[in-house]
């Protein structure tokens, strides 16, 4: 796209240049899927991603079952960050001559794999002939009507949880893209950050269980990392979105796995990308009945990180100083 | 992809490995659109397309805004052919660095104008950088359950119409492609066939009258040419189609034009693609019906073309000899 324009820039264009509003329509561009009122109770959600090839995954050293799991689970994540349940899938890819029948087979597997473990059904799609690798997944979720949690919907004095470990699928990108760059590390070490960068597991049952809850006011899932995506929620909202450096959750192996690195564990939880977990906001003084709620039902665990207040930007209190981070990520600049 | 790969292998490869069932799905992969069903007596379908620049168009001639225009037209006629009203539109688009801003704005009003011109809205998307430019478009329509036409319900002894000109756009692509290598043609002469090449119309009024009459038994639309799109319904409703050369119907001056281009007229209707009307069949005996009801509600002209009977294949009558074109296209060796 032209270098000078952003991918927000340009959807903000195509948005104001179409239509958007219509009958049915609960919830057009603007949050992780369309919400669509056929009728009675029901909320249908719908979204779409596009992969592309050295843009979006490499396939030199991302194995194709695992790719064909992640084209999917970057869908069903945001299905999940709606609190709505998969239900089908459409599939366009555009793929080179070069491409090999057993690498196409491997990643097809991969796909079929992630359709059946969410109960999701392929329903369409087309094939094409193309330069590239190009994916383009478009998948529908249902919920009921009252169910459905937007990004728009967060109040002040809200309480900021994710529902997972920050930072892992950025570490294990690192270690994938610039192995040779990198020292030796134990390869039981880096397993589960490699993985979470490979094949990512959607919190589908999770953000299911959180809109279930009754006690979620907004919702975004972690694709582009937390100061991105929570500065969607803190936009639409209106308020500002205070988080606590400190309670940023990671995996156990973080610390160590970024001295190896030479990263800053903080840099990779707040501007990390493909962590594919939900940040949500929750009325203070909820907060234990929504732990109480989880547990009830087999729900995974969730980390508190903030809270919500008047104002805008997202900001990260470190070390006693904040710094606003919406949209931009976190550049480290101490020792730890 | 692979070259040995058809696009119906890879389709039908894709469909094997993945899970196709699900409730509230009438029709998955195999017709212009997949079918659900929401509730009570509503039926939603869901169509996408993916077109690729080089493959399935070229900017060095088709203009931008026409081909905005395109990029819907062909979705929207998929939705035609299931006889359902187009609802909205979810965009995803694959941009190179070298587009240009304006190329850029001038598509996007194309598409804003059929998007407009067709009372959808768009709801959703995607936007990443490629190498080279790719549009996939995800259509959503909305009918009444038991309006729904597929493929796969044609009777042997039913009429076979098509709603539109034939071999239109094919003359146009040969007009507008090899332009150095024809001879000068008079621009009026050439405009409607180029038209309809470049921003052609999908029948969305039609397909839904066709739809409410309740005379028509199966429908697909037009987009790969008659002798493949016609083969769809000859072999998902396991029967034979039989098709009358003499009848097919084509613009008064394609005649003059297939002369001039030295190509036969039959060859492009049979062969050509991208005319997108509909091709449906009609229980015998209720054609003068149909006729009427299109005429009472405004409708546009319709062409019988042939029958269906007991067998398989589409079956060309030409000069008193019958050949089976299905999937494969035309080629005459006459001298008409």
């Given amino acids: 796209m032209p270098a000078h324009w952003s991918e927000l820039d340009l959807i903000k264009h195509f948005a104001g ?3 958007i509003d219509k009958k049915q329509l609960i919830k ?6 369309a919400v669509l009122h056929p009728a009675g109770d029901e909320a249908w959600v719908l979204t779409t991603d596009m992969l592309v090839d050295t843009v979006h995954f490499d396939t030199s050293w991302h194995p194709a079952f695992q790719l064909g799991r992640k084209c999917l689970a970057v869908n069903l994540s945001d299905i999940a960050a709606m609190g709505a349940t998969p239900h089908s899938v459409m ?3 555009a793929l080179p001559d070069t491409i090999e029948t057993v690498w196409l087979e491997q990643w097809l597997q991969g796909l079929a794999s992630m359709i059946d473990e969410f109960d999701c059904a392929l329903i ?3 094939t094409v002939r193309g330069a590239q690798l190009t994916i383009s997944i478009t998948a529908l979720g249902t919920t009921a009507r009252n169910r459905v949690i937007l990004r728009s919907t967060a109040g002040p004095g809200d309480t900021i949880f994710v529902s997972g470990y920050l930072g892992s699928a950025a570490a294990g990108l690192l270690f994938c893209r610039d192995k040779a760059a990198l020292p030796a590390v134990d390869e039981q070490l880096k397993a589960p950050f490699i993985k979470r960068h490979l094949d990512p597991s959607p919190d589908v049952f999770c953000g299911s269980l959180l809109a279930q809850s009754g006690l979620v006011t907004a919702m975004q899932d972690l694709s582009d990392g937390l100061a991105t995506d929570l500065a969607h929620i803190a936009e639409q909202s209106h ?3 205070i ?6 959750p990671g995996h156990p192996d973080l610390a160590q796995v970024c001295r190896l690195l030479e990263r800053s564990p ?3 939880q707040v501007a990390g990308g493909d962590d594919y977990h939900l940040v949500f906001t929750v009325k203070r003084g909820a907060e234990q009945e929504l732990i109480d709620y ?3 039902h087999d729900g995974p665990p969730i980390y508190k990180i903030g809270r919500t207040e008047p104002g805008s930007g997202v900001h990260l209190l470190h070390d006693g100083e904040s710094s606003d981070i919406a949209f931009r990520g976190f550049q480290h600049h101490g020792n730890d």
Same sequence: chains 1, 2.
């Fill in 17 to 19: 240049s179409c239509r």
């Fill in 28 to 33: 057009g561009i603007g949050d992780d899927c």
């Fill in 91 to 93: 599939l366009s890819v």
């Fill in 124 to 126: 369409g799609g087309d």
């Fill in 239 to 241: 308020l500002a979105a």
């Fill in 243 to 248: 988080v606590d450096a400190e309670r940023l």
């Fill in 266 to 268: 903080i840099d990779l």
């Fill in 294 to 296: 989880l547990a009830r």
